[in-house]
């Protein structure tokens, strides 16, 4: 009877310190997926950054290649396995000038640069809460949550808050050149004849007295100084221009009663010519069409608003086509996160945030709104850059 | 190495198993008789008082452990995972059988302890300097004279403070207590009992901690081949904490009957260490932490029939968090909570083995908070339970009813302006049957087995977080099935003063889970979701030899191992690579288990644990990136009693994780490697 027992007791232990004991953690081994026919042009490859959530340290850069038609992921830990800790906490953009890529690595607070061809290691560049980074003759204008913090009122009504900046960066040295004071936590920015625009959101003073920030800063790039502040909306994420220099600018609303929308500025008339009524979280903008997505939580209705896939003509002005998913796949996208859109072949590359924990996804549909591919990615995939001759030149 | 070593410590543990078990019918050898009182206080004190036992440790066993919290000494419990950030200050919560950290239950001296806000007891701030015992109840407590907050959590843990005990005509007992060692820690603590006379008696404490909370870490990778592909080794900072706490009780004993009141001060300021994270050197955020509680219990036998008990609490908890550094968001909050709970238990015996009880609570929460647009919640909750026992010869059968009532009241607010003010019922019942069985009257052998549902509420945090909170949150619920048996023999006069062996398999389920969702668009917009569902398929065992070795030379081993399958069956259509249907959840490993074996010679008392926790992932998307390497410790613990004329002075050391392994027991949140600790005690 007791010996009995004793078996029991050996075998229970022995399958748990024996079936597993703690081995090296190893260098991730890429996982090369093949998902597509191979296609040919300009272009040969796309990066996806995933930026990993907050304090996991999980960013990962993943690599579609054309001329394979093979969906690779977490290139950058196999491409420089010395690097202790990997890329980063939180990737929030990524761009290519020259023969360097960029990837703005925000909870890190440093831009990562890389060879865009071999994604090895150039060098970083530290800049603190770094959110989006825009390239102009040679430097590259980075939007940073870090400025000086400002003290206003007495006592009780004391609000404490905290300015951004633009950094400047010298491309060939990786020195930061020069920093311009902006509004409250910009986000995205664009260049357009010679002067910077900064969408400020003032997101972090959501419940504060002071409120949300409404304005683009206008930087002017010669001299490097802030040279006007032009009200939109509240709480501005996204920032882009299109070819007729219209700024295509998103507001986040204040997720109550107040909704996200998209702004149409003309930076040659300096007004607002349009407002459109969209429920925007992410957009891109290919030739004359603004690429629309977004699902959004209202604390009102207690649910998603019905996602937005959405087209706006940035020529006419008009929302011409209000859901480019034709086949009805989008109700399998729980969180529409990042697009872009192949200039080319018109595909479009949709990034399924999921939880923002477990492996997102990258959906490709056709010009014809039919799913062609899906691919499993890294932890939130958000930013794309295409890597081939004069692409992102354009 | 370690693996040998693992392998070469099982077979000894094997070994003296086996062969103590042939060995044990030979070796007549006369016990200590204090020795053997001793095991049998602990092993079987009212044998079957309880329908089904608690997992228990207490008394040396207790102070014999390498513990600095609670929360370390409830790893030893068979069933629980602990969450630990690392480090005397980090954070560390408990979660049984894998149902969620907010379904467990935490009494201290027989009152719950509460937080509204985010549901969660930090253990890590408990302190074991003035803990007699600790136990572990799956399900409930299998008592029915309890209040009726003590039928209404998945798993509950009873904290008991030291009572005073008094040898002779000695009517003061002083404990003075010093504790140094890594993490510059330095620990003072005293004590003081007193008896004003036989029904009357009290006790004051202290404590004081303080400890820089700095230490190495390190993390590596290394190439297929072998070799090292990255290795680094830094200091965690900012993990320094200085906590005061101050405790005081009252006993008094009346006829038929007995009360207790007390009080309960912390006081405390800590860094937050944070995440490792690639480029971040430096964290600089901080917390404060005050907590004040008192409370009182009264009981007493009316006549032969009826017995009653009234409970009474009153709590009020700040805490201030700051984040001064200016490359993050600039945060400076502060919230205050308060709670006022009253209790009546009644039981009433029907006939001798059979009673019945209904008690009857009123509870009210409250939460202020700097937060803008804040909803200033209140809850009330009134809970009704209604139970009974019954016993037919060896059959013994519990049942319970629970009727919760909750009202949330809040406010909408925005920018300062009140637009609303809400008002939320909500009614429910949950029952729960516990049942024992000896088959023969001669083996301490029995079958038992217990089904119970139960609900969390929704926390302050989940409901009404400015901007983050979801009003509209359900309860979520955890639903328990229990089958198992438990077999102990004592054995007057043999090498083996006594044996016990238990085995519970279990299956839960918990659903409508409260989970974080994304909302809008940027990743601090989250919102919380009734949308999680868990399985979880799980085995505890545990077992326990006492040998009687030599004169005066005793050893007593206990083993815990817990296997759990505990599935995500969220998203049915999350499926292939990275999907997350039936994956395990999040830092669940299948397998972990315990060894703690401690010798005692005369006055000299060694003490050694293993931990080990298997290979987990950090989310239910059981891929490669998410996987965490198994993680064990081994500690070491000596200690020598010895008296200078009346004072009795003991000195202990300790050795933690001898084996210095670097671990994670949550993902970029290091633990210490191999630490010290010295203690002395002196009682007078």
Redesign the interface.
């Known amino acids: 009877m007791k010996n009995y027992f004793y078996y029991i007791i050996l075998i229970l232990f022995s399958i748990a310190l024996l079936d597993s004991c703690r081995e090296d953690d190893v260098i991730y081994f890429p996982e090369t997926v093949p998902i597509t026919q191979p296609e040919y042009s300009s272009i040969e490859g796309l990066y996806v950054l995933n930026e990993g959530c907050m304090g996991w340290n999980q960013s990962t850069l993943d690599y579609y290649d054309y001329t394979t038609g093979q969906y690779t992921i977490n290139i950058y830990a196999y491409s420089n396995p010395t690097q202790p800790m990997e890329l980063g906490d939180v990737g929030n953009d990524i761009g290519i000038y020259g023969s360097k890529m960029y990837m703005v690595i925000n909870c890190s607070n440093k831009i990562e640069v890389v060879d865009k061809k071999t994604v090895k290691r150039v060098g970083q560049i530290d800049i603190p809460n770094c959110r989006f980074i825009k390239f102009h003759k040679g430097y590259a204008y980075v939007t940073s949550y870090v400025g000086p913090v400002v003290l206003e009122g007495m006592g009780s009504d004391e609000d404490v808050y905290q300015l951004g900046a633009v950094f400047k960066v010298d491309t060939t040295t990786l020195e930061v050149v020069g920093k311009c004071v902006v509004g409250r936590q910009p986000d995205e920015l664009d260049i357009v004849d010679g002067k910077i625009y900064v969408a400020n959101s003032g997101g972090y003073s959501q419940g504060a007295k002071i409120g949300y920030e409404n304005t683009v800063s206008v930087i002017d790039i010669e001299s490097f100084k802030e040279i006007e502040r032009i009200p939109i909306a509240i709480n501005l994420l996204g920032c882009k221009s299109d070819k007729r220099g219209i700024l295509w600018i998103s507001s986040r609303g204040d997720y109550n009663g107040t909704p996200s929308k998209i702004y149409a500025y003309d930076t040659q008339k300096r007004r607002l010519i349009k407002t459109f009524d969209l429920r925007v979280g992410n957009m891109c903008i290919n030739g004359d069409s603004l690429y629309v997505i977004s699902n959004e939580w209202s604390n009102i209705s207690q649910g998603y608003t019905p996602g937005t896939y959405a087209i706006i003509n940035t020529k006419t002005l008009e929302i011409v086509n209000e859901q480019f998913i034709t086949d009805g796949t989008e109700a399998r996208i729980r969180k529409p996160y990042g697009i872009i859109v192949n200039p080319f072949t018109k595909d479009i590359y949709i990034t399924d945030a999921t939880n923002y924990l477990d492996s997102g996804k990258v959906i490709c549909y056709g010009d014809d709104g039919k799913k062609k591919w899906e691919v499993v990615a890294g932890q939130i995939p958000a930013h794309f850059v295409f890597l081939g001759e004069n692409i992102n030149e354009q | 190495m ?2 040998r070593f ?2 070469t410590l ?1 077979a000894i ?2 070994c003296c ?2 062969l103590q ?2 060995d ?1 019918n030979d070796v007549p050898l006369g016990l200590d008789t204090l020795q053997y009182l001793e095991n049998v206080v602990v092993y079987g004190r009212k044998p079957y008082a309880e329908v089904i036992p608690a997992q228990t440790l207490a008394g040396k066993k207790l102070e014999g452990l390498n513990s600095h919290s609670i929360a370390d000494a409830i790893r030893y419990f068979s069933g629980v995972q602990v969450k630990d950030y690392g480090g005397v200050g980090g954070i560390k919560t408990i979660d049984i059988r894998s149902m969620g950290t907010n379904h467990l239950g935490v009494f201290y001296d027989g009152i719950q302890l509460g937080n509204a806000q985010n549901g969660q007891i930090d253990l890590g701030k408990f302190s074991l300097d003035n803990i007699e015992e600790i136990s572990l109840y799956n399900g409930q407590k299998s008592e029915i004279f309890q209040p009726a907050r003590d039928f209404g959590s998945a798993g509950t843990v009873y904290i008991k403070t030291r009572r005073p005990k008094f040898s002779g005509e000695k009517n003061d007992n002083f404990n003075i207590t010093m504790r140094t060692g890594s993490f510059g820690l330095a620990n003072p603590s005293v004590r003081w009992e007193h008896r004003f006379n036989h029904n009357l008696t009290m006790s004051l404490s202290a404590e004081y901690t303080y400890a820089t909370g700095q230490y190495h870490f390190r ?6 081949d ?1 070799t090292i ?4 080794t830094a200091v965690r900072k900012n993990g320094d904490v200085q906590a005061f706490r101050a405790e005081g009780a009252i006993f008094g004993n009346i006829k038929d009957g007995k009360w207790n009141a007390k009080f309960y001060y912390y006081d405390s300021e800590r860094g937050i260490p ?7 050197w430096m964290n600089s955020q901080r917390q404060w932490d005050r907590n004040f509680f008192t409370q009182g219990s009264w009981q007493k036998q009316l006549n032969e029939k009826f017995e009653i008990m009234l409970n009474g609490k009153y709590a009020r908890d700040f805490m201030h968090y700051n984040n001064p550094d ?5 945060i ?1 909050n502060k919230f205050w909570q308060d709670e006022i709970y009253i209790s009546s238990s009644n039981k009433y015996t029907i006939l001798p083995d059979w009673d019945v009880n209904l008690s009857v609570d009123y509870k009210w929460n409250y939460l202020n908070s700097t ?3 804040f909803s200033y919640p209140h809850r009330h909750t009134t809970l009704v339970a209604l139970a009974t026992a019954r016993t037919w010869h060896r059959f013994k059968c519990q049942a319970s009813l629970l009727y919760t009532m909750i009202n949330d009241r809040y406010k909408t607010v ?3 302006e009140t637009l609303a003010h809400h008002s939320k019922w909500m009614h429910k019942f949950t029952p729960a049957v516990f049942m024992n069985y000896q088959p023969m009257q001669r083996y301490d052998f029995y079958l038992r087995a217990f089904y119970k549902r139960i609900f969390r509420m929704p926390t302050f945090n989940d409901l009404f977080y ?2 983050m909170g ?3 949150l359900r309860p979520e619920y955890a639903n328990q099935f229990d089958f198992g048996f438990w ?1 102990q023999r004592l054995c007057e006069d043999g090498f083996f003063a006594g ?1 016990k ?1 238990t085995a519970d398999a279990y299956y839960n389920t918990i659903t409508d889970k409260i ?13 919380m979701m009734n949308i999680g569902k868990v399985k979880i398929l799980g085995v505890d ?1 545990t ?1 326990r030899a006492t040998m009687h070795v030599a004169r005066d030379f005793n050893v007593d081993i206990n ?1 815990s ?1 817990t296997y759990q399958k505990a599935q995500d069956y969220t998203d049915p ?2 499926t ?3 999907g ?1 249907y039936k994956g395990q959840i999040a830092y669940i490993p299948w ?3 315990s ?1 703690v074996g401690r010798a005692t010679w005369r006055d000299l008392d060694i003490n050694y644990s293993f931990i ?1 926790v ?2 987990r992932y ?4 059981n ?3 998410n996987h965490q ?4 410790t081994h500690d070491l613990s000596a200690s020598y009693t010895f008296s200078i004329s009346k004072t009795k002075l003991k000195v202990a050391a300790e050795v933690n994780n001898i084996f210095n ?1 670097y ?1 994670d027991v949550i ?2 949140y290091p633990m210490p490697g191999r630490n010290y600790k010295l203690i002395l005690k002196f009682d007078f």
Not at chain 2, 219 to 224: A, D, H, M, N, P
Not at chain 2, 229 to 232: K, L, P, Q, S
């Open positions: 370690l693996k693992t392998i099982l543990v094997a198993l086996g078990a042939q044990a993390y590596r990778k290394k190439f297929s072998g592909a990255w290795d680094t944070g995440a490792i994270v690639n480029n971040v200016t490359t993050l968001m600039l400076d937060l803008a647009n925005y920018q300062g400015t901007d979801n009003a509209n077999y044996l062996f989970i974080a969702v994304p909302s809008g668009r940027g990743q601090y917009r989250w919102t065992v077992a083993l191992y259509e999350s292939g690579y990275g997350t397998h972990s288990g060894v080990y298997g290979e950090s989310l239910s998307d891929i490669i990136i390497q198994p993680w064990y392994q671990y993902i970029n």
